[in-house]
């Protein structure tokens, strides 16, 4: 069945590996999938973070090729430097281990492709800095990093927003409003 490009709120995430959601007990990545079959909202992988999804069971391995991944590609002197001030914020004295790149690759491949990164990596007692931990300071490269409970949240706004739009849309030139308004 074709999109309603209507329907879509030109939201796009990326998902880490942690939130791949094999057994379904994650309610809010259940939402998020949920929206995405609707075509409310698009969530793709890294090539990295599928590539690690797929070591797991093979329920999890089915869930993550499920997703359109992209890849770094990282060809410019700009996405270069990119790259290393992403491996500076997360890893000050240098990325060491394969999971450290790994996690400097996802987080960039999000940023370029301006894609909200949904990860559960970091900010917690036991693991403070992460990839969330640091979220402000890759903000302020321009890259989105959040749970999945704030990119439920985050599709809510935008839902009400366009919800809005469409009301209004209808109520000024008398068009029906489609069947999905304030069902999302």
């Not at 999945?148 to 985050?154: F, G, I, L, P």
């Amino acid at each position: 069945m074709p999109r309603d490009d209507r329907r879509f709120t030109t939201l796009c995430f990326h998902i880490d590996a942690n939130r791949i959601n094999a057994a379904a007990k994650l309610e809010s990545m259940n939402q998020l999938e949920r929206w995405r079959a609707a075509g409310v909202i698009d969530i793709e992988m890294a090539e990295p973070a599928q590539n690690e999804a797929m070591r797991g069971s093979s329920a999890r391995a089915e869930k993550a090729m499920n997703y359109i991944y992209a890849q770094a590609m990282a060809g410019t002197a700009g996405e270069k430097e990119l790259l290393r001030k992403i491996e500076g914020i997360l890893f000050p004295n240098g990325a060491k281990t394969a999971n450290e790149l790994r996690d400097v690759e996802i987080v960039f491949i999000a940023g370029k492709y301006d894609c909200i990164l949904v990860t559960n990596d970091g900010a917690s007692r036991s693991q403070p800095g992460g990839i969330l931990g640091n979220r402000e300071k890759l903000a302020k490269l321009r890259i989105k990093v959040c749970t999945d409970e704030e990119a439920v949240a985050v599709v809510r706004e935008r839902i009400a927003r366009r919800d809005e739009y469409l009301r209004a849309k209808s109520r000024r030139i008398g068009t029906p409003l489609p069947a999905w308004v304030g069902c999302d």
